[in-house]
């Protein structure tokens, strides 16, 4: 069996311990570990680029790569409902990369450290034959503002706390060379984490995560976690004009742009009803108590049993 | 310029600030970062094995792999004096590699982190054309403990904990296809970090790092950040019996071995006259006021100006 068959989850499950230490409060699953210190709690996520996979030096400025690099672990973190603070960086480098390529990834990184006042603390460097990082990101959370995957109730609604599809849409247009739609192209080639959005709802949310891989698998994370199921309102998903019109032009799916397109990083979480007032965002589902996750369109439900973009199961960005 | 030209010392000159956080009391340089917090004191570090580079499959069962990433990564950690506890990994996988396999490195993982006690809290999963196992690993140290590259006193005698040159010479045995020697193959194929010599005699040292990339570079590392100098003593570097035959078979130099070859993940350390009781270890040397890093044999002293064992400079492992 190889590991395009089972896909993340599958994997996750078979290396999954459950924590011995008591100082360890959220373990394998989350998007970031969370342990007991005295001075509160700290939250610990890591995340890679690769090139090929997640970047091409034809299409991204090595200054976007480094920001991005930032960005995709600031947005794990936030989704916690975490304030970050320190980042450990492992870079693995072609020995024939221009030096001034490589300061400019850094340049990228300090440019997001220094907007969410972020230090890189240390780190690592060695030889690759294509250019890996690996970002370690620390912050801290008050208790009180803790948001898991595992909290979501049944009656919650879920939003999303802005438009969706604009990841894979930008790497359509650049994967077909398509000229025009530079927004779009920005918003793949520069996401930014929703730090601030993050820090204000979430002491009144139940659950959240951030879209990274698509609106589906992450709700099904946080049904998965919450033993709970939902209803995703088709309808009501945040689509961008532009992006709808991209689709239509290639002839794909605007909603499985949304769906399982995967790199909007927007926050996505469920709210109970006594808490609507305390949150914005777009209405898109509910939480159900049984663990199926519908789609709702046109009057009818469908069981969305596609895992959405799988980093095993799917397209690469080659 | 290229990356190759300017090594990895002038790659961290290039990205290193100074931290404007005043709870960072170590940032980029040292073996781990040093961060405060009311518990005490934090250290991070991270490292990533990139197949081909630092392993190679044909070579390596999974679990020494998972075991190797631990390793290297806990010799870190106990360099600075400090005990490892929490594991953080991102491991990047082909699509076509078998479950079995991923699950072994895993479980080679699990192993050394069992024997440490040190958890898996969590990670991340990706795709990539090679196996890229990146760990970030986090520790304690009480501060009468910390053990900095920077603390090197001129008057310091110089120390290893173990033979040195294993780790070069396994990587040889392997690329040349040579049989028998199976204990300097299983030194280089399963390393193990030097924890408990390590925390017994980090009260003592005045300096201390683990030796990933041979000793010469190791001192220099810490001649660099104390601003001071060295005198190696050739003749005392301990070499064992097998590793000079190899090399005399192979027609090369076994302190090129121990100066320059790395992955010997065993201890050097400084320490100052009245401490000499406290610690064991092999006397390789002498810390000076002078900052120049000079090799002494047949009574005569050479200055070193090679960098020894570079990922960017030197040979590969492939």
Redesign the interface.
């Known amino acids: ?6 896909g ?1 989850f ?3 499950d ?2 999954t ?1 459950r ?3 008591k100082d ?1 409060l ?5 998007d ?2 969370v ?1 007991k ?3 509160g709690l ?1 939250v ?5 680029l ?1 090139e ?3 970047f091409r030096r034809e299409w991204f400025h090595p200054v976007q790569i480094g920001m991005k690099a930032i960005e995709i672990n600031v947005s794990d973190i936030a989704s916690m409902g975490a304030i970050p ?2 980042v ?3 870079i ?9 390529f ?2 400019k990834i ?1 340049k990228g990184m ?1 440019k997001s450290c220094d907007k969410y006042q972020i ?12 250019i ?1 990082i ?1 970002i ?1 990101l ?1 912050g801290e959370v008050d208790i009180k503002n803790l948001c898991l995957r595992s909290s979501a109730k049944p009656g919650d609604l879920i939003f999303v706390s802005g438009y969706l599809g604009n990841g894979r849409a930008g790497l359509r247009l650049l994967q077909e060379e398509i000229e025009g739609f530079e927004n779009i192209k920005k918003n793949y080639l520069e996401p930014k984490a929703q730090l601030k959005t993050a820090l204000k709802i979430s002491p009144y949310v139940n659950s959240m995560i951030d879209i990274s891989d698509g609106l589906a698998p992450e709700i099904k994370h946080i049904c998965n976690q919450s033993k709970c199921g939902a209803i995703i309102y088709k309808d009501k998903i945040p689509i961008k004009v532009d992006v709808r019109s991209l689709a239509k032009t290639l002839d794909e799916d605007e909603f499985d742009y949304a769906l399982f397109g995967g790199e909007d990083f927007k926050l996505v979480y469920s709210v109970s009803k006594e808490n609507l007032d305390e949150v914005n965002g777009f209405l898109v589902g509910e939480i159900t108590e049984k663990q199926d996750i519908l789609l709702s369109f046109n009057g009818k439900e469908k069981k969305l049993t596609q895992n959405g973009y799988d ?2 199961k799917e397209i ?1 960005q080659k």
Chains 1, 2 share one sequence.
């Open positions: 069996m190889k590991v395009k068959d089972i993340e599958g994997l996750i078979r290396i311990k924590p011995k230490d360890v959220v373990g394998i699953g989350d970031a570990a342990i210190t005295k001075k700290q610990l996520t890591t995340d890679s690769v090929g996979d997640h603070r320190y450990l960086v492992s693995a480098l072609p020995n024939d990369l221009d030096v001034d490589f300061e850094y300090w230090e890189i603390i240390g780190g690592n460097m060695t030889h690759s034959e294509k890996v690996s370690t620390i980093h095993f690469n």
